[in-house]
Structures are given as C-alpha cells and as structure tokens.
C-alpha cells in the first residue's frame, strides 16, 4: 500500500516509470500526427479554423491584390502609363522641333491629344483600380467605341491619312487598345474581388463604405470628361473628313525631300511681248492669312480687267492646301519651297512679286534668290524686319501652343459649322481657317524662328537685292497714323533699292490695304505700271 506522503526510498515514482514504460511501448500510429507544413498560396486561410476560416469584410486583407493576376494587370498598367508618358513627351518636343522620321504633314496636335487621352484613361485606371464599377465599364467602352471609330475615319479617309502619318494612326490605335485593356482590367478587378470576397468572407459584399463610393464618383466624374473629349475629337476629325473633300484649284507638288506638298496654282495664259520675249508673271505673297481669302480677289479683278495676262500664288506650309513643314521652319526654307514647287510646276520668270504684310518678308527673300529673273517688287504695308521681334514674342508663342493644344477639340470650329453655317471653304481658306489646327502650327513655327532665323534670312536678303530692281511701297494711311515706328519702317523698305517707282499711303485704308475700294484702285494700277515696265 502507498503512504499518502509518499517513502524515502523513492517508491512515489514508480507508476511515473510504468507510464512511462507503457509509453514507450505504444506505437507511433496510437498519437495524432501533426500535419505537414507547406508553403502559403493565393488560396491558403489567412486565419486558423479557430475564426470559422472567415474574416470580416472590412478587413484590409479581403482584397483582389491576393490574386496575382490582379497585380500582374496592376504592373501592365503602370508599364503602359510609362510608355505612353515618354511618347507624349516625345510628341511634345517634335511640335517645336521634328525628330527624324517623325514629321507629320499634319499639324501633330492630333496625336497629342490621344496621347494626353491615353495617359488620363490610365492614371484614372490606376488611381481607382481597386473599386471597379458598371458605371466605369460602361464608359470606358464609350470611350474605346469612339477611339475605334476614329481609327476607322483616319485609316479610310486618305487625306487624314496621309497628315496624320504612322506617328498620329499609332497614337489613335494605342489610345484605342489601351481603353480596351482597361475595360478588361476592370472586369478582371471586379471578379477578383468577388472571389475573395466568397473566399476569406464566405459570402459576396454587396455594400460599399463610403470611401469607396466617394472613388466611384471621382472616377466616373473623370470618365465623363473623357467621353465628352473623345466625342469631340471624333465630331472634328468629320468635319477635317469633308474638308478634305474640297479639291484645291492647281496642283501640290512635293518639295523638301518629298517630306511634305505645297499648294501652286496659277491662271491666265502665257504671253510674249513684240521683242518675243516672255511677259512677266505676277507671283502672290499672301499676307498673314491664306491668299485666297481676299488677297487673290483683287490680283483676279486685275487679270480680269486685262491689267495683267498671268499670275500664281501658292499656301505657305500649313496654310489653307499646303501640309505642315518639319519644325522648326523659317521664311526661307519656305521660299526655297516655293521655288522648288515652281520648277516641278515647269514656271518660269519672269516674275513681279506682290506681297502683302508678313508676306513681304517671304517676297523680299525671293526676290534677293531670283536676282536677275525679278522684274519688279511690290510691297503693300509690309512688315519690316526690324519688327519681327513683335512677331516673336514669347506670349504670343505660348497662346498659338496653348490654342492648337486645344485645337482638335474643335471646340470653335463646330458651333460655327453647326450654328454659324460655316462651309468646308470658310475652314480651309476663308475665315475660319486660322481656327484650323495646321495654321496654328504655321503660326506657331512663324513665332518660333521669327527673330532669329528669318530675322538673319530677310537681313541677308537686303544685302544681296539687286538694287536696279523697280520697287513699289504701298502704306496703309491707318496703319501709319496709328504707330509711329510702322510709318518710320515703311518709310525706310522705300529705300530697298536704288528705283523706287512710288511710295503711296492710302488714307482711311486698312493694313489690309486691299479691302477697300481706294486701295484696290492704287493696287491695280502700280501693278500695270511695274508689269508693263512704265
């Protein structure tokens, strides 16, 4: 019998050994085996089974970020937002400077847009990627709608298709794609998280804190503006489409290479004289606007009226018929254009140059180039050069930038065609034109180099003017009266050569000289006493 307080000898320990012994003896199947350990997936319990396997669903843990396939769509995403960021910094540098390969006959402020587009549709994908909504799925296929069948208007309709080039069909086609990837980005977030949702919740959560509806807002406000800059983008390239329908009068010719066209044309017949020799052909310098709106019309009523037998006039790049050059661009490789297109055309002097405004700066450049085929120069309130610098000026630059920016939005451009009646004429040449954004980008190269590279060309021209050349200045009487330094510069482009036929202010006329029925009258007449060499 054991004592209740246990022996000396030790005998309290005995059924300690026999369990023990008995212990020893049991085999290792009688125990409950721990189970193996193996490495965490996507779809181990987060929790031990002591939860019910369950958590909460507020828990930050019940996210679609488990699945590696959300997080692999999460990393595209922000690869793609990279690449489209060095692309748009890309086409931002070749509006001032056109890398090579890149020049678009275009203005380039197409493709800049879908890139702008693209990089917003991104950053919003990314910013909200973990609350996907109907409401975001069912704009981002507006979106992709309108991008696909911009693609469709630019690929069938040549003309867009040839400004554009490879540079603005990519631009468009990755704006597309990307509006695709991220409607399946979306839907591929959504059955995520539902599958988490049932997973580590046990059930889908059909409620929404507030937090995430204040996300679905913001972000559908955001999809919102999109959809109304993707529609507006495809109402203006309809209207570039019946643009491109009006077929210019006369011909474009490649110049440069064959990088882009310049618009010539040219009426009346060649006439000799009794010597037999060639009679002058009068060659139009349009002012700051095309020349066919209303420059030509008086040149026209002067040919009509027998004055003179034959005239041309062309677009300077980017004007009205003519593609965009490569940037940047000065007044002289224009004119060297313009000769070039004149010789495809089989033209030859010699030539009487009219030109108008900042127009004179292009005819004085051609005819310091043409010496010895110019018969006579006439300026009507031409822009100096000691001016180009008001030309030139940084604001101005920076509101050209800033308008063709936004100019593909046609956010004038379509009221005037729907409520103002404006045609395809009035955009392409007439007074809508400079809404266009190819004379912007005219305007915007005009600014770049204005007073510095075409400053150099104009003073180089005034050096090496054949001075025997009979030179015609007509001023504007308001222009004059109106700023001092103008009258004093007029004064001084009388002084251009060594014969100077006249120098006439037309009072109460316009810089635009020719609008009013004294100038016109003025205009014809110089011009028949320099064709007829009185």
Known sequence: MVSLWGSKNGEEHEPQSEDHEDGADETPSSHHRAPERREPDERSRLLPPGHNGFLDPDDPAVTPYNLWSVRALRFFMIAFLFITFLWWILLLVSIFVSPPMMHSRGSGFFDFSYTTLTAGNIILAVIFFTTPSKATQISSWIVTIFLLIDVIIISAVERLRIEEGWVGIASVVWAALISLYTVAADRTVAWGKKSEEERLTGRRETRRSCREWCAILTSQVGMIVLIVIVFLLTCTL??????????????????????????????????????????????????????????????????????????????????????????????????????????????????????????????????????????????????????LS?????????????????????????????????????????????????????????????????????????????????????????????????????????????????????????????????????????????????
Request: aromatic share 8%.
């Open 238 to 387: 309809i209207l570039r489409s019946s643009d491109a329908s009006l077929e210019p009068p006369g011909n474009r010719y490649y110049v440069d290479g064959a990088k882009y066209q310049i618009h010539l044309a040219c009426e009346g017949n060649v006439t000799y004289g009794v010597d037999g020799k060639r009679s002058p052909t009068v060659i139009v310098e349009a002012a700051e606007g095309p020349v066919e709106d209303t420059f030509e019309d008086w040149i026209f009523d002067a040919h009509q009226n027998g004055t003179i037998d034959r005239y041309c006039y062309y677009d300077r790049p980017g004007i009205a018929w003519s593609d965009n050059a490569p940037s940047p661009h000065s007044a002289g490789m224009t004119t060297t254009s313009l000769l070039e297109a004149l010789i495809a055309a089989g033209e030859q002097g010699p030539w009487v140059v009219v030109a108008g405004g900042i127009g004179g700066i292009y005819g004085r450049i051609f005819s310091s180039r043409e010496d010895g085929n110019i018969h006579a120069l006439m300026l009507v309130d031409s822009l100096h050069e000691d001016l």
């Open 390 to 534: 008001r030309v030139a000026s940084p604001g101005r630059g920076f509101l050209l930038w800033a308008y063709g920016i936004i100019s593909p939005l046609g956010w004038d451009r379509l009221p005037g065609a729907i409520f103002a009646g404006r045609t395809r004429e009035d955009r392409t040449y007439g007074r809508s034109a400079n809404q266009g954004g190819k004379y912007i980008k005219a305007k915007l190269q005009e600014n770049l180099v204005a007073d510095s590279l075409t400053h150099s060309e104009v003073i180089q021209a005034r050096q090496i003017q054949d001075r025997k050349t009979p030179l015609v200045v007509i001023s504007s009487g308001v222009s004059n009266r109106k700023d001092s330094e103008w009258e004093e510069k007029q004064k001084d482009l009388t002084t251009l050569t060594d014969n100077l036929i006249a120098w006439d202010v037309v009072n109460g006329a316009p810089h635009e000289v020719w609008k009013t029925f004294e100038g016109r009258k003025i205009l014809e007449k110089r011009l028949g006493e320099l064709v007829r060499g009185n």
